[in-house]
Every structure is written in structure tokens, then in C-alpha cells.
């Protein structure tokens, strides 16, 4: 399996292509792809050009990027998906992942959408619209990172950035076929303080595991502000890819008992448990959803959690003003948010601590939990899962990935089959904290024994263009 960030990088500083001509080709596959797809919220192809001329001859030397519009780019206004914010001035400098992926020779062309404020599991907002899968344009490539994995998986640029406050980079990795990796809180250093303060971390998918950890090397380490950043020799372990000892396998459904999966879900997961079994040596614990936390639940305490923090950070007064220039599930949201009251706020926070150690004393130093990354078959581009159903938000049932936020533990979003709707499924794998480099070593394993196509139907590798 060939990987194009690689290919395309090592291409670049060996002076066989220009960044110019790698630009180029990707603003044409853009642009190409974008009216079907809808993923670029604003294009900024002449930045672009101009940056290719003198770009770094870094580890990522040439890789067309598209910027996650949550994110700041230097020059360019950060819109968060909201018509609260359609005039933003131009950020005055990068966010700390942007800049790092600048240093090493990307170069950015535009900003990727996401529904408002990255709050939903659907890419769609008021302001730019809807984003569309490109395994079946009907349904929706997940979010809050969909645009960047629509363009990813549909082959138009090598590297979209990505945020993972409850799911973000492992749900439309899922959805759209990639490798997605939510790693521990700290291994990303953050800074400032992100909106959902303790949840939220940077994260990386793409389509081959080699470019994941490629672009790992790039982003991983510490920044000054974060609490939770790791030393450089506490990240240089966590990262080592190696195949984790006298390794144990927990199954479930769901860690949180919202019912039974869709079928044709339960018969993918159920066939990539086998698969892993067979891959490790090793049967895996079925555990039952809703035993892993007896103190609370959750994926009901993130959304108290997030949908507080959020309301805070967008400012009271400013929401209540213009109300009705919000997304309907933005005011879903921040309802919770605005309703919450500073007991029911701290009792979530407290109680995360219990989950943090239920889950430690679970999964210990070698044990791996495997659930669907994706508790559905997808959805409609629009937010609604079935066609009758009210757009707007998405019910809990359908998500499988808020705890690991809530836990701070890494989690890895590998391709394991096809849902009936059409669009890929993913099977997720959580492991102990600091065990990045662990999971790491075993999405290799995955890959080398179940390959998957690198990019959706009728859309070439980026890296093809060289051959």
C-alpha cells in the first residue's frame, strides 16, 4: 500500500516535482471535486501558490493541506462554521498544529468545513451549507472534521486538519474509509484553552497508517500553557510504535446501554472482533454496554460538560442576541449549556473522575477495548439518520466515541468493512493511556492483513499524478 503524503513529500525534496506543480494539482482536484462534495469553505488557492514557491523542504515538504475552519490560519478569518462569526477579522497568527504543519513544508490552500461550532456528527451549517461523503453523496462524511476527511478520502489534498472533542476525527475517519487517531490529552499540545476545555485534543486521519504516524511526528509535543503536555521524553515513549505485550481484548457493543446496534452494524463489528482475535491470537471479554461506569454515565455527562463550557466561551449575552442566526442543533446545544446550573456543572466534572479510574483499573497497562467507531449506518448529508426524522441533531444512539474524550485515552478509527448505506465502517480501538505508539503498532498489523481501498470510488490517490 503505497502512501501519498510520504510519496509526495520525498518526491518534493528530491526535486523529482515542484511544491508549485503538487499545488497546482491539488487546487485542480479541488476544485474538481468541491461542487459535488462541498467541503472547502473558503478558498485561499493564491496563498497557496505563493507559499509553494519558498515552502520548507520539511518531513512534509509540498502536501497540499486544507485548514479545519475551528482552527486559525494566519490572514485568514476563522468562521467556526457560525454566521455568528461571518465577518471575523483575519487571524493574526496559526494555531499550534497549523504551524507546526507549516514548518515542515505544507502548504494550505483553504479552509475545510464543519457544522457550527464542531458540535454535531454531521457537516452541515447555515453558512456553507452541506458536505457531502464521497463513498455515497447522499450521506454525510461525519464531522465536526468532514470536510477534511471528504477531501482526504476523495483524494483532493493530503492532509486536513482535525479536532476530536467527542468523535471528530474518528467518526468521519470511520465514515470515509480512513485511519483516524484520537491520541492521549497532552500528546497534541493545545493552546489556548480550547472550548470544550478538558475534551478536546488535535488529531490526525489519512488513508495509510505511515502517513498517519508521518504526520504524528509533525504534530505531537508539548506547547507552553498546556497542563497536560507531556515532557519530551514522556511523548518520545508514548509515541514508539511497538506492538503491545501479553496483550487482553474487551469487546462490547457500546460502553453506554443505548441499545441494540443496527444489524448490518453489529455484523461488521462482530466480524472485526473475529478478525482482530485472529490477527492477535487472542479471544476477547464481551462486556456488556452500560456496566464499564456504575457511577453516572458518560456520554450524557460530556454533553453537560461541553454544552456548558461552550455556552461560556461564546458568551451568554452574545447567544441570547442573536439566537436566531444559530443552527437548530447549535441551539439544541447550547441550551443544555445556558440551563445548566454550576451544581449540575460540577457534579459532571466530579464524577469524571470516577470514570477515569474505572476505565484505568479496566484496561490497566495491556488491555484494548473494541467497539464500533460509528454506532449507525451512517447518516443523510443532512443530519437525519432515517428520512422521516427531523433534521437538525443527531440522537445519542448513534455515537460510540464521547468517552474517550471525557477519559482522555487515545483511540484509533480503522477501516473494517462496508455498511449497507454504502459508506465504510470503522472499527475503533481504545487503549490505556500513553499507549499511542501501542495502537499505533497495531493499526500496521491491521493494515498489512486488510488492506482497504485508499480513497473513495471513482477518486485516485493524491500521489497518482507522479507516476
Not at 472485526?272 to 457511577?295: C, H, I, R, Y
Not at 480501538?429 to 495502537?439: E, K, M, N, Y
Request: hydrophobic share 40%; proline share 7%.
Amino acid at each position: 500500500m503505497t502512501s501519498p503524503i510520504a510519496a509526495i513529500a520525498a518526491s518534493v525534496r528530491a526535486k523529482k516535482v515542484s511544491a508549485v506543480e503538487v499545488a497546482e494539482e491539488a487546487i485542480r482536484r479541488v476544485s474538481a471535486a468541491n461542487p459535488t462534495l462541498n467541503f472547502l469553505s473558503d478558498e485561499y488557492f493564491d496563498d497557496g501558490r505563493k507559499d509553494a514557491s519558498t515552502v520548507p523542504m520539511g518531513p512534509l515538504a509540498g502536501v497540499p493541506l486544507l485548514v479545519k475552519d475551528l482552527e486559525d490560519r494566519q490572514g485568514w478569518p476563522t468562521r467556526k462554521g457560525s454566521l455568528l462569526y461571518k465577518d471575523a477579522k483575519p487571524a493574526t497568527e496559526n494555531s499550534p498544529s497549523v504551524q507546526r504543519l507549516l514548518d515542515a513544508g505544507c502548504i494550505a490552500i483553504g479552509k475545510s468545513t464543519l457544522p457550527e461550532f464542531a458540535i454535531e456528527g454531521f457537516t452541515a451549517n447555515r453558512q456553507s451549507g452541506i458536505t457531502r461523503n464521497p463513498w455515497n453523496v447522499d450521506y454525510s462524511p461525519g464531522g465536526s472534521s468532514g470536510g477534511s476527511a471528504a477531501a482526504v478520502s476523495a483524494g483532493a489534498i493530503g492532509i486536513g486538519t482535525a479536532t476530536d472533542g467527542g468523535g471528530s476525527v474518528r467518526i468521519p475517519a470511520s465514515l470515509c474509509g480512513l485511519v483516524g487517531l484520537k491520541p492521549t490529552n497532552g500528546v497534541i499540545g493545545r493552546w489556548p484553552a480550547h472550548d470544550w476545555i478538558d475534551c478536546s485534543t488535535d488529531g490526525v486521519f489519512t488513508t495509510t497508517v505511515e502517513d498517519l504516524e508521518l504526520v504524528m511526528s509533525v504534530q505531537a509535543g508539548p506547547i507552553a500553557g498546556d497542563p497536560n503536555a507531556l515532557s519530551p521524553v514522556a511523548l518520545a515513549d508514548a509515541l514508539t510504535v511497538r506492538k503491545p505485550q501479553n496483550v487482553h481484548l474487551i469487546a462490547a457493543t457500546r460502553t453506554s446501554d443505548f441499545g441494540p446496534l443496527p444489524v448490518d452494524v453489529e455484523r461488521e463489528f462482530r466480524k472485526a472482533v473475529d478478525q482482530m482475535e485472529g490477527l492477535l491470537g487472542v479471544s476477547s471479554t464481551w462486556k456488556n454496554p452500560g456496566t464499564f461506569t456504575p457511577g453516572g454515565d458518560p456520554d450524557l455527562d460530556w454533553f453537560t460538560i461541553c454544552s456548558t463550557e461552550h455556552m461560556f466561551r461564546v458568551g451568554r449575552e452574545l447567544l441570547t442576541a442573536k439566537w436566531d442566526v444559530l443552527d437548530v442543533a447549535s441551539q439544541a446545544f447550547m441550551e443544555q449549556g445556558l440551563k445548566t446550573s454550576v451544581d449540575e456543572y460540577m457534579a459532571a466534572r466530579i464524577r469524571r473522575f470516577e470514570y477515569v479510574r474505572n476505565y484505568d483499573e479496566l484496561l490497566g497497562q495491556d488491555t484494548f477495548l473494541l467497539t464500533p467507531a460509528v454506532a449507525a449506518a451512517g447518516w443523510l448529508a443532512d443530519g437525519r439518520v432515517i428520512e422521516d426524522a427531523p433534521v437538525g441533531q443527531l440522537p445519542p444512539e448513534v455515537y460510540s466515541t464521547a468517552v474517550q474524550n471525557i477519559l482522555g485515552l487515545p483511540a484509533i478509527s480503522l477501516p473494517a468493512g462496508m455498511l449497507d448505506s454504502g459508506v465504510p465502517f470503522g472499527i475503533q480501538i481504545t487503549g490505556p493511556r500513553w499507549s499511542d505508539g501501542q495502537l499505533l503498532a497495531l493499526a500496521r498489523e491491521w493494515e498489512a492483513q486488510f488492506p482497504w481501498p485508499l480513497n473513495a470510488p471513482g477518486y485516485e490517490p493524491l500521489d497518482a499524478f507522479l507516476k
